[in-house]
């Protein structure tokens, strides 16, 4: 059972066009983390939220936590062919184990020029 | 700083064959985690460690084990290899004792099993 649902799984669209990929869960989490990976590499953390309605900006990249901490959702405006990438959630561990995260399946982003 | 490093990072085995993969950090972090990555499945967690000498099961534990003898090393081992455990693995580190910080991942081994 995947505790993170993400939507959509592949995503292609053209340069300048703005898209939101959603991460939608049954749980609570302490946190929601978005990462970002390129073919070859390893996931690389963008931004983490805690607290619920939180919304934070990186550049183009806007991310948010539901009010009740069991979603998020990530809305790229004029998405940029560097854009491209594995873009997954991740839910923060609510229970004993601190360090722990559950991750949903990734959406894939392709931006073409 | 090298953060997470993973070695090897392609190997080819034969099934019924056993290899251990290697992962090393140099953040002085406490926890430690393998992940597999399929097409489709996202990251699934296999072992994890929150400390020397301290280890525990995750998501799909069946046919792995770990090894967490030195601080900064996180050993995964097959003993028996599948083709089923065709993957692309993930080590990753963070930091102890507080919530919400980010894991550090390694560029991952790829692993094919005929």
């Known amino acids: 059972t995947q505790l993170l649902e993400q939507s959509p799984q592949f995503l292609s669209i053209q340069e300048g066009e703005n898209l939101t990929v959603y991460c939608n869960s049954s749980?609570?989490?302490?946190?929601l983390q978005w990462y970002r990976q390129e073919p070859g590499e390893g996931p690389v953390l963008l931004v983490t939220?805690?607290?619920?309605?939180e919304v934070k900006k990186l550049k183009r990249l806007t991310f948010q936590f539901g009010d009740a901490r069991k979603d998020s959702s990530l809305h790229i405006t004029a998405a940029q062919p560097g854009d491209t990438g594995l873009y997954l959630c991740?839910?923060?561990?609510?229970?004993?184990?601190?360090?722990?995260?559950?991750f949903g399946r990734g959406t894939q982003l392709t931006v073409w020029p | 700083n090298a953060g997470v490093t993973q070695t090897p990072k392609f190997r080819v085995l034969k099934t019924g064959q056993s290899m251990t993969l290697l992962c090393a950090q140099d953040?002085?972090?406490?926890?430690m985690y393998w992940y597999r990555q399929d097409p489709g499945m996202g990251l699934r967690l296999i072992h994890y460690s929150v400390g020397e000498g301290t280890t525990a099961k995750g998501e799909v534990p069946d046919g792995y084990n770990v090894s967490r003898l030195k601080k900064q090393n996180f050993l995964l081992g097959l003993e028996s290899a599948a083709p089923s455990q065709t993957s692309v693995y993930f080590c990753a580190s963070s930091i102890q004792g507080f919530r919400n910080q980010p894991q550090h991942f390694g560029d991952g081994t790829r692993l094919s099993i005929l």
């Open positions: 953040m002085n972090h406490e926890y």
């Open positions: 991740a839910g923060g561990d609510r229970g004993s184990t601190l360090g722990r995260l559950y």
């Open positions: 749980s609570v989490f302490s946190s």
């Open positions: 939220v805690v607290t619920g309605g």
